[in-house]
């Protein structure tokens, strides 16, 4: 399911002509699975690989939890949040960020620059693949959480305050897998309760 998710997304967004369709688009399928039960906000499902618009970040991070009917085999799940990963690269063994995740963060600072979300906090978490000793990678994954909370308070002068920084090492991989996959290399946001 979840490249497919991927590629109807991307195929999809990739065919409209401006950016708002590609917007629209991008958003009204992510609500679909959402109110469908196919997908949860914090499903592996939904990872972002292009910069969405800081509206839509919004509308993820801080609107109600939707409601729906999910089939699963495991009746322990917990109820799902409101959360969002994204693919931040940094430089390897580093806390560098690549030039290539810089609008991602972008489009995160001016979200939270929004009337709508002033005094609303979020959570980074940092997360690492498995190549490593797992001490390091838990480490590491704090670090690039810490680095990208630097890049938003200094940059669009969020107060710190608002940015809460964890670091998941590599225990929670979006590829279960493979966890020395790339793709475990990943942020997720998500709104501080």
């Known amino acids: 399911m979840k490249h497919y998710f991927t590629q ?31 997908a949860h906000a914090d499903s ?22 939707y409601r729906g009917i999910v089939f699963s085999e495991k009746p322990d799940r917990q109820p799902a949040q409101n959360m969002f990963g994204m693919l931040i ?54 670090r690039r959480a810490r680095a990208i909370k630097r890049y938003l308070t200094s940059r669009f002068n969020i107060k710190a305050d608002r940015l809460v920084t964890i670091g998941k090492g590599e225990s929670e991989p979006h590829d279960r897998a493979n966890p020395r996959n790339p793709v475990n290399r990943r942020v997720q946001f998500r709104p501080l309760s």
Do not use: W
């Open 44 to 65: 592996e499902n939904i990872i972002y690989y292009e910069a969405p618009p800081p509206d839509e970040i919004a509308d993820i991070l801080f609107q109600p939890h």
């Open 89 to 142: 690269n940094f430089e390897f063994d580093s806390v560098k960020l690549l030039p290539d995740s810089l609008p991602m963060l972008d489009a995160i600072g001016r979200m939270m620059r929004l009337e709508r979300t002033a005094g609303k906090r979020i959570v980074i978490e940092g997360h690492a693949d498995a190549v490593g000793k797992s001490v390091y990678n838990q480490h590491l994954s704090e």
């Open 8 to 38: 109807t997304v991307h195929l999809l967004c990739s065919c409209m002509n401006g950016s708002y369709q590609r917007s629209v688009a991008r958003k009204c399928l992510v609500y679909t699975l959402l109110m469908i039960g196919t």
